[in-house]
Nanobody, 119 residues
Framework: QVQLVESGGGLVQPGGSLRLSCAASGSIFRINNMGWFRQAPGKQRESVAFITGSGVTNYADSVKGRFIISRDDANTVTLQMNSLKPEDTAVYYC??????????????WGQGIQVTVSS
């Protein structure tokens, strides 16, 4: 079992920045992709960004040019969010895909962290 702990959310004014971090621990064999989803009230959960074990990144069109995802180390991912908009308000969920030789790829989720963009 892999545990994910998120930090860094909060309230910010439009145009501001926030930095989310997510650290994985537990029964880690090899974490491949790590990334972030978000869910706004009344909306479906959507992918925000992910980064592979080799550093390839992918972003939702709505955040391209504003958000930057990075791996601080093999088990930690950071999402730098700049030029935030009210529509970025959501609960953000970190995930990690842990590969092990017995179960293959296994996705784990963090508990979610609130990001609110409002004046």
């Amino acid at each position: 079992q892999v545990q994910l702990v998120e930090s860094g959310g909060g309230l910010v004014q439009p145009g501001g920045s926030l930095r989310l971090s997510c650290a994985a621990s537990g029964s880690i064999f090899r974490i491949n992709n790590m990334g972030w989803f978000r869910q706004a009230p009344g909306k479906q959960r959507e992918s925000v960004a992910f980064i592979t074990g080799s550093g390839v990144t992918n972003y939702a069109d709505s955040v391209k040019g504003r958000f930057i995802i990075s791996r601080d180390d093999a088990n930690t991912v950071t999402l730098q969010m700049n030029s935030l908009k009210p529509e970025d308000t959501a609960v953000y969920y970190c995930y990690a895909i842990n590969w092990n030789p017995d179960r293959g790829d296994d996705r784990s989720w963090g508990q979610g962290i609130q990001v609110t963009v409002s004046s």
